[in-house]
C-alpha cells in the first residue's frame, strides 16, 4: 500500500512540474507543490535538502523564461521557500552569499523584461530581509562615505547602492528604480539615524547625477524631475535647516533658469518655493 502511494505522490509531483512549466500561474498546482516541501518523508526525495534544491532548480527554470519570469505566482513560491526553509538557518556570515545569489535571479529576469516589477518587489524584500538579519555591513558602509573603497567586495549595501545607480543611468525613465534607491535610503536612516551623514553624501551624490541626467536625457524629464523631489524630500530629516534652505535656493535659481518648462519642473519649483517659504518662517 505504501509502495502504490509513494509511485500516485511521484506521479502527481512530476504532472504539478508539467503543469507548471506549460502555465507558471496555476495555482492549483503551486499548492500542490506547497504541500510536497511540507512533507518531508517524500518518496522519491528522503532528503529535505534534496527536495528543495530540485524545487529550486525548477523556479531557476522559469524564472528563465519570459512566461514564468512574470508570474507573481513563481515568485511568491520563491519567496515562501525561503522564508519557511533557507532564513531560519542562514547566518550572517553566509548573508552575502544568499543576496549576491537571489539579485543574479532577478538580474536575469530582468534581461527578459526590463521593467519586471514582481523582481523589483522580490529585490525589496530581499534587501528588507538582509536589514533585518545584519545591520552591521549598513553601518560599515556608511561609516566609509565618501571613500567606501576600502570596504570587502561583500558589502551588500554599497553592492546595491552601486547597481541601483547604474540601472539608472541606463535606464532614466524606470520610475521603478528611482523608488528603489528612495527606499533604501529610507530603510538606511531608520536603522541608522545617527548615521545621516553619510546618508546626506550619498543624497547629495545622487542630485548631481539626477541634474546631469536631467540635462542630457529630455525625453525623460517626467520620471528624473520626481526622482530629483524624492531626494530633495529626504534632505530635512539628515541636514541642518540652514544647509536645507540653501540647497532650496540654489534649486530655485537653477530651475527659475532651466529650460523648457514642463509640468513636472513647474511643479516641482511649487513644491520647492513652498518647502522654503515654511522653511524660513
Known amino acids: 500500500m505504501e509502495e502504490i502511494r509513494g509511485r500516485e505522490k511521484e506521479k502527481e509531483d512530476l504532472i504539478s512540474k ?5 502555465n507558471p500561474d496555476n495555482s492549483n498546482a503551486w499548492s500542490k507543490r506547497k504541500s510536497f516541501l511540507s512533507n518531508t518523508k517524500h518518496p522519491s526525495l528522503p532528503n529535505i535538502k534534496d527536495l528543495l534544491s530540485s524545487e529550486l532548480n525548477l523556479l531557476n527554470i522559469l524564472l528563465n523564461s519570459k512566461k514564468g519570469s512574470k508570474s507573481p505566482l513563481v515568485w511568491y513560491h520563491r519567496k515562501w521557500i525561503l522564508e519557511r526553509f533557507y532564513l531560519p538557518e542562514l547566518s550572517p556570515s553566509n548573508l552575502f552569499a544568499f543576496y549576491s545569489n537571489e539579485t543574479r535571479i532577478c538580474d ?3 534581461k527578459l523584461h526590463p521593467r519586471n516589477y514582481y523582481s523589483s518587489k522580490h529585490r525589496l524584500w530581499l534587501i528588507s530581509t538582509c536589514l533585518q538579519l545584519d545591520h552591521s555591513p549598513l553601518k560599515l558602509f556608511l561609516l566609509s562615505l565618501p571613500s567606501p573603497s576600502n570596504l570587502p567586495p561583500t ?3 554599497h553592492a546595491e547602492v552601486s547597481f541601483t545607480r547604474q540601472w539608472i543611468s541606463s535606464n532614466p525613465s ?9 527606499f533604501l535610503y529610507n530603510s538606511f536612516l531608520s536603522i541608522f539615524p545617527d548615521l545621516s551623514n553619510g546618508l546626506l553624501i550619498l543624497v ?4 548631481d547625477i539626477n541634474k546631469n541626467q536631467i540635462s542630457i536625457f529630455d525625453n525623460s524629464l517626467y520620471p528624473l524631475f520626481q526622482f530629483r523631489w524624492l531626494l530633495m524630500s529626504i534632505l530635512p530629516h539628515i541636514t541642518s535647516k540652514t544647509h536645507f534652505n540653501n540647497m532650496l535656493s540654489l534649486e530655485v535659481d537653477w530651475l527659475s533658469n532651466y529650460s ?3 509640468s513636472i519642473n513647474k511643479r516641482y519649483l511649487e513644491w520647492i518655493n513652498m518647502s522654503l517659504t515654511h522653511s524660513t518662517n
Open 155 to 157: 558589502n551588500i549595501y
Open 204 to 207: 547629495l551624490q545622487d542630485l
Open 108 to 110: 536575469s529576469a530582468n
Open 260 to 262: 523648457p518648462q514642463t
Open 174 to 182: 524606470d520610475s521603478g528604480i528611482h523608488n528603489h534607491l528612495y
Open 18 to 22: 508539467l503543469i507548471l512549466v506549460i
